[in-house]
């Protein structure tokens, strides 16, 4: 029953997560949904959404949509971040932050409402140095918030690296996958190592998140940032969907 409940919604978390990020707010629910215990959900989880995440990065580096630079300091700075963040949660109250992002998601529905072309903001790139500050700045602040909380990462890093760091929707997306996929191996290592990770169900939920990414990212390819705004609002809204219901935990 497990596999017919995560599998198909794997599937459709891998192809929203192609395309705009926040695949998690479809596939955690799901293992949860289909009655695993918290932490084997968060496990498991991780093991196969990694699977969809690396096979979407390597067909973004094999179109062409990895800036190295851009790349380098935000896997490291994302990593570091993550590293933070984690140890943050042992000293607050999660529910102070959840409450802040509740706040601050009507400010981000306005800007992804208002923002017809995320590509206009790479009309007006920034300089190298610059540019590659404001990425490592972006990748620390959401990798913090990845260790501390972490759904929807992938999509704010997209919002963030396209609205602020001025950088095109490839290139964002290019480097908001990479720097997930350094900062989901780190946690799935850990998961592993303490025997949460259901592997049969992770292994075929995986398989489906590769087919639903693969399809996501070809959309992408084809359709480019058109697409990404209409994807952003559905993850917006299953975000303020998932952020209410932690806070009435």
Not at 60 to 74: D, L
Not at 196 to 203: C, K, Q, T
Not at 213 to 229: E, M, P, Y
Request: proline share 3%.
């Amino acid at each position: 029953m497990e596999f017919l409940i995560v599998c198909p919604l794997a599937f459709l978390a891998g192809l929203i997560d192609a395309v705009a990020g926040g695949g998690g707010l479809i596939s955690l629910p799901a293992y949860f949904f289909a009655g695993l215990p918290t932490h084997a959900a968060i496990a498991t989880n991780k093991l196969s959404s990694i699977m969809g995440t690396a096979v979407v990065t390597l067909r973004y580096a094999f179109f062409g949509y990895m800036v190295k630079r851009f790349v380098a300091v935000g896997v490291a700075c994302g990593l570091f971040g993550s590293f933070l963040g984690s140890n943050l949660v042992l000293a607050t109250d999660s529910t102070f932050l959840m409450g802040f992002m509740l706040v601050s998601l009507p400010l981000v529905a306005v800007l992804v409402l208002k923002t017809k072309d995320f590509d206009r903001f790479s009309e007006d790139p920034y300089p190298g140095a610059k540019g590659v500050a404001i990425t490592a700045a972006i990748a620390l602040a959401v990798g913090v918030y990845d260790g501390f909380y972490g759904p929807g990462t992938g999509t704010f890093l997209m919002l963030l690296l396209t609205s602020v760091g001025h950088q095109s929707t490839k290139e964002a997306q290019g480097t908001s996958k990479a720097i997930n996929l350094a900062t989901n191996a780190a946690g799935l290592a850990v998961f592993l190592s303490s025997g949460n990770v259901w592997v049969a169900l992770g292994l075929a939920a995986g398989l489906f998140n590769v087919a639903g990414g693969w399809i996501g990212s070809s959309l992408f390819r084809s359709k480019g940032a058109s697409i990404v705004r209409p994807v952003l609002i559905v993850v917006m809204a299953l975000f303020a969907v998932r952020l209410v219901f932690d806070l009435m935990q």
